[in-house]
């Protein structure tokens, strides 16, 4: 997996295609996805698995590209969706109703519908006025919701507060001690079937006690349910495996389920399991070029031709990213740099302080481990149309999502027939 993005002889590849090849003939900036990252990612949940009954759901919000959802829907995926856009996106890249689970903390009423509608597997229920409400769409509806509590275990997952979820100060899912209620009264309620529990405790987890302790919190839960005759047949435990962006360790999929696993005490219920990151994270890179440097004296700027818009982790949660440059010359002096996008705003940055062989106007850089929360955060800031995004499949790449251009900023614009009152 690491060896998918390789250099050989100082020329950077994805699977068996020169990333300049690519940049020539679709320009920059892009997203490149592996589709063997992807795959084989993906085979090391199932097969950590072995014979457990288990539902791999990929989170959609992590990549949301039809292209790469489809990959994943044909690998026997479920899918892990937190808006009606998502449950779009994840009917039409071929994942079955019966896959997909659908969390998050403001579901709508058209949204509710639309997944009621559709026949999804469950929905992940926030809190008890949702549980009404969705009682009440199905009723209209006139067909049965499938459902699990999302219960907050507060355990700290030890990441960055903006993607720490599992505590009790957080927004999401219900305290442990309140859920109980929540099963009796979902038992007595109209177009409700309860068949599982969830939680997710945040993004990013580089150690796997904080799983296992909230599994632990679920499973005192289950023998609770149980002397109320609640039965239910799946775990649901969220996503938050992180991955190696820089000098972090983290476990391989093998290992986190294994350590589930291994603290089932025999239980067979179907363990649900969300990952995004973990899986696709480490399956793409954002590539660059160089537009310009600028020395002020105090400081090396790299102004490339990629920004916040494209790729926000760095800004947003000051997340390091790994960058080199697409085609190495020997062994270059390294020169410390910021990497800066064209934005108008300080906050505009891929890197700041990172040491870089010297590189000079059209250079191509690689962003590493841009593949998750990469193109899915990405926004219109400063009118930039978003970047392409380009699969490889060995020795082939299509792309899969076309720059978008000037008129699709405007898209839906319209400018009406007002003048200012009084002119
Ligand atoms: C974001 C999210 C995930 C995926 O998290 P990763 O850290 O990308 O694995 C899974 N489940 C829920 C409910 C989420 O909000």
Known sequence: MDNVFRYQEGELFCEDVAVRDIAKQVGTPFFLYSSFAFCSRLNDYVKAFSDHPHLVCFAVKSNSNLAVLNLMANQGTGADIVSGGELFRALRSGFP????????????????REAIAAGILMFNVESMQELEEISRQA???????????????DVNPQTHPYISTGLRKNKFGMPVDMALEAYKIAKG???????????HIGSQLTDLSPFVDALERVKSLLVDLDSLGIRLDYIDIGGGLGIRYHEESAPSPGEYVRAILDH?????????????????????????????????????FVIVDAAMNDLARPSLYEAYHAIHPVCMEGNAAQVAVDIVGPICESGDFLARDRLLPRVKKGDLLSVFSAGA??????????????????MVRGK???????????????????????????S
């Open 97 to 112: 109703a019966e896959r997909i689970v659908y969390s998050g903390v403001g579901k709508t009423v058209p949204e509710i």
């Open 139 to 153: 009723m209209l509806l006139g067909k049965r919701a499938r459902i699990s509590f999302r219960v907050n275990p």
């Open 189 to 199: 309620m109209d177009g409700i079937d309860i068949i599982g529990i969830d939680c």
């Open 264 to 300: 089932m005490d025999g239980l067979r219920h179907k363990i649900i399991i969300e990952p995004g990151r973990s899986i696709a994270g480490n399956a793409g890179i954002l590539v660059t070029s160089v537009i310009n440097i600028k020395d002020t004296g105090t400081k090396r």
């Open 373 to 390: 929360y990469g193109f899915t955060m990405s926004s219109n800031y400063n009118s930039r149309p978003r970047a392409a995004e380009v």
């Open 396 to 422: 082939e790449f299509a792309v899969v999502r076309a720059r978008e251009t000037y008129d699709d900023l405007i898209k839906g614009e319209k400018i009406p027939d007002w003048t200012c009152k009084g």
